[in-house]
């Protein structure tokens, strides 16, 4: 799969206002979670090979809607959704971004695949650990992505990515290591293609 162009689609503040909307332009989708900061917006401009497509923000908690991304004239989207685990949002924010994810992954009628976004450098949070908990009690069919894959040598690259699988109960195989300069592009279109 060569991505040729991307554009943004539109933003749903609500997950069945999103659902409505999806059930009348039935394109395959695949969603990218994961915590706050961890680079899912970084990375959708990544693999559309455009800087600006998605706002990006060294401050936690930028993307706050469903926001959804069209691939090569219709071949499928991306929906770029809100982070979890900002602990600087207010009670009622954590929640309602909490909200927005599940209200995506229970009712978007176009979802094929989850991409779950993790920081390289650490090993998962308890709500990444939890969020592969939730995609298999659904059975919902996930690849997990290491981000910022920069930011290490290679040898601890290499020993991240085998703890990370560890940790979520995966094989190695399942997580691909990424970052800004598009390292993992050709491996993550790939992925796209099987799921398509
Ligand atoms: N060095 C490096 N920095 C990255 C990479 N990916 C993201 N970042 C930085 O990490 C910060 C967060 O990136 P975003 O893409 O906005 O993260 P996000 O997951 O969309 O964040 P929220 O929308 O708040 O959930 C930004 O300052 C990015 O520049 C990467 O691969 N390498
Ligand atoms: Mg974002």
Redesign the pocket.
């Known amino acids: 799969m060569l991505i040729k162009n991307a554009r943004f689609v539109t933003g749903f503040a609500s997950g069945q206002k999103y659902s409505e909307y999806a059930a009348d332009c039935p394109i395959p989708e695949i969603c990218v979670v ?1 915590r ?7 990375f959708i401009n990544m693999l559309a090979g455009q800087n600006k497509l998605a706002r ?3 401050t ?4 706050r809607l469903i926001n959804i991304f069209d691939f090569n004239n219709g071949a499928f989207r991306l929906a770029d959704l ?2 979890y685990g900002f602990a600087l949002a207010s009670k009622s924010e954590r929640e309602d971004w909490g909200g927005l994810i599940e209200d995506y992954l229970q009712y978007s009628p176009n979802l094929k695949h989850t991409l779950l976004l993790v920081d390289s450098r650490h090993l998962p949070t308890r709500q990444d650990v939890e969020m592969t908990e939730y995609l298999y009690y659904y059975r919902m069919p996930f690849t997990v992505v290491a ?2 894959c ?2 290490l040598k290679k040898s601890a690259l290499s020993r991240n990515i085998s703890d990370i699988a560890a940790a979520l109960k995966i094989g190695r195989d399942n997580v691909i290591a990424s ?2 300069s598009g390292l993992g592009r050709d491996k993550i279109c790939e992925k796209i293609e099987s799921v398509l």
């Open positions: 994961g706050s900061n961890v680079g899912k917006s970084t990006t923000s060294s936690p908690g930028r993307t809100p982070g981000t910022k920069d930011k970052d800004v």
